[in-house]
C-alpha cells in the first residue's frame, strides 16, 4: 500500500466546513429564537386564562347583585348581566386581553335588592 505523503484537509476543505458548521448554528439559533417567543406567548394566554378564571370564580363564590354591571378584578374585565325571569340568575362574561382575547362566560347565581 502505497501512502501519499500528503495528509490532512486543504485550507479550502477547512474553509467550506466551517461556513457549513456556522450556517447550520445560525439556523438552529433562529428556530431556537422562534421557540422561546411562541413559549412566551404561550406563557401570557395561560397568565391571562387564569386571571379570567380565578375573576369568575370568585363571583361564584360571593354572588353579585343582580344589576346590570361591569368593572375590573385583577387585570380582568368582568360583565355582568341579569337573565330575565324568577330565579336570580345572572351571565357573567370574564375577559383578559394579553397577546390574545381570552373570554370566560358563566352563569351563576346572584343576589336581588
Known sequence: MIRSL?????LIEVCVALALLSSGT???????????RVCALERDQARALVRTSAAVEALVRTPPSCADASFEV????????????????????????????????????????
Open 74 to 113: 385583577n387585570g380582568a374585565q368582568v360583565k355582568v348581566r341579569r337573565v330575565p325571569g324568577v330565579k336570580p340568575l345572572a351571565w357573567v362574561w370574564g375577559s383578559a386581553s394579553a397577546v390574545h382575547d381570552v373570554q370566560l362566560r358563566r352563569l351563576v347565581r346572584c343576589k336581588r335588592r
Open 26 to 36: 445560525l439556523v438552529f439559533g433562529r428556530f431556537i429564537d422562534a421557540y422561546n
Open 6 to 10: 500528503k495528509s490532512g484537509f486543504t
